[in-house]
């Protein structure tokens, strides 16, 4: 009797079973595995070879896709671009903490475009991941664009029903990036809302930088001890680890091979992969300008770059324009006191960018505010707080006249005196007999700045001892 209700109660089974595998996708990259080699073509031996060749493994993550393969689980290739691999210099991939022989030449903005067809959660951790790269103040710079023509990488939507993620089209060509990313929206939707959609677009560009995955050499780190791959190998396009991260799989790193859905912000060691490879041009020098000669140098700069640097305020400057990466700067009066800016332009390839610092020029300026009492009994102790006087490594203060500098707390002063904080924007004083001016000043090597002044007037009835607030 049984036998006859089976195709009726198979049905049912299968839809409950095709919920059951959507949500456990939703928890785990693993379980599609065999899902995914079933329903994609074989990939020719002939591009097996010609991959492993170019350093891919080809056990697993391996597959066709359009007019081209997906390898090592995200990156796109096709038949052409595997063939210029092979041919690239180099003796072996890496990932992550590895890189490639191919990287972005030059100090650039680099344009990216985000497919309007994602929804306001997937453009906001579009933004996420461009902010993680910005804040790291690479000599790459990503910007979004609107414009997809315009982009040097852009990011395309695609629905797919299988484990793919999304995809890079492999690491950087001629100095530039790999131009096309795509993300599967099977997956990645405002409605999933997956926590590692920052981490997985941060993810792709750094294959389109150049960077492989982090567990490359072992790959069961993050894809769990269901993948097959031990090692992918690292053939003709380079595995370089990177001085100073580690050389076996980092949890947490950006660029693990397998993601377990969950946000992954730049750990320590991807910081310094990234700026071992991508670090941006530093500027170095006294950024306070006297009348003196102060030489600027900016460092690592590409070879081939022309550089060129302007300085403002350029009427307070001896000289504020200038070819290379030496800029000497002098102040042009011992009276001067403004803040302002090196500004290097460094141009390589038909691109530029700017690197700059801020610099400031002679004295302190005046402190911001001075906080204190104006009536005060004789005696007593009294505190002041200068406000922040731009352009000032110290504090100095005047009191009413005559006083002294440095001055014990007694009965009955004979003049007013500093207690302490006479260096610093604090200062407790003890009050003498005398009215006067209560005034401070901010201190440079260039010399003291202009003073903030309090009126003070000194009454009889107190006595010493109390400290007025
Ligand atoms: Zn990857």
New binding site residues.
Partial sequence: MKRKTTHLKGIVFNAILLIILLFTYSCSENVEEVYIQEEFGEVPEEIKAKLEKAGFDTSEGLRTFRDGYIV????FLTEEKIDALILSEGDGPTSEHYRTNNLVEGCRTIQVFMDPDFGDFMQDAFDEALGRYNALGLRLTFARTLNENNSDIAFDAFFERSRLLGFSDGFPVGGDPAENIALNTFHYNDAAARPDAATTIA??IG?AIGFR?TDFMNRVFSCGANETVVNEGAGNDGANHINGTPVGPEAGSW?L?CSNNTNRPFTNNDRIALNDTYGGLTITGNTLVCTGNNTFTLNDVPAGSVVTWQATPGNLLVQSTGNGVTAVLSANSSSVSSSGTLTYTVTLNGETCNISTNIWIGRPASPSSLFGPSLVSYGALVNYRGGIAQGATSYKWYLPYPYNPNASVVVDPSRWGIISGGNSRYMTAIAGPNNGLVQVMGVNACGTGGAKIMNVTVTTSGGGGGIMP
């Fill in positions: 090592e689980t995200d990156i993810h792709e294959h995955h660029m091979a």
